[in-house]
């Protein structure tokens, strides 16, 4: 089910357009009404109207071989059914965008934000709560190999653990600083 964001100055809902600047969001009613937004701007809108989905599966620590609890939200997956633009973009998860890392570190405590010595940066990653081995986004977040397949197969429904909500402000804020979420 497509989930539209209604325009701000009529009653008809934002549509992926290309003009020559590049992709923007505009109002279905054009060119009775010029309503547009940026797609950062629709992003931040779009997941502060509708939370965004964090997902949960099993898998082998990678240092203890326990049987652990990983966490991450896709963006792009949520994105599929405004556009089929977004269909073909992957990722943009936990390490990929600071607010909303910091916000899911609050409710899942084995997410923290960690320095990785592989890729000399420090971002938010899950930990195995048994052994406090980094399972660091390169490892489980950029190739989930446990759940990638539905993806593209099936519903993510059996991986939800919850929604998180968001503001607008925040997520506006890091989506143009992102350099992973640059469209």
């Not at 089910?1 to 008809?12: A, R, T, V, W």
């Not at 109207?49 to 898998?59: A, D, L, Q, S, T």
């Not at 896709?74 to 973009?89: C, K, P, Q, T």
């Amino acid at each position: 089910m497509e989930k539209n964001i209604d325009c701000l100055e009529c009653d008809g809902s934002y549509v992926l357009r290309e003009g020559k600047y590049g992709l923007f969001f505009g109002c279905s009613n054009w060119p009775r009404c010029n309503s547009k937004m940026s797609l950062n701007k629709y992003m931040s809108i779009f997941f502060s109207e509708n939370g965004i989905n964090v997902y949960r599966w099993k898998r082998k620590c990678w240092k203890c071989a326990s049987n652990i609890d990983i966490y991450s939200y896709f963006l792009m997956y949520e994105l599929r059914n405004v556009h089929r633009y977004f269909r073909s973009m992957q990722g943009v998860g936990l390490g990929d965008v600071p607010s909303i890392d910091a916000q899911l570190s609050k409710v899942v405590p084995s997410i923290s934000k960690n320095y990785s010595y592989t890729v000399h940066e420090e971002y938010y990653s899950n930990v195995c709560p048994i052994c406090g081995a980094l399972q660091g986004k390169y490892y489980v977040v950029t190739d989930p190999h446990d759940i990638l397949m539905d993806l593209e197969r099936e519903s993510m429904d059996k991986y939800l653990y919850c929604t998180l909500s968001v503001s607008e402000d925040l997520l506006l804020k890091d989506f143009k600083g992102c350099e992973s979420l640059k469209l």
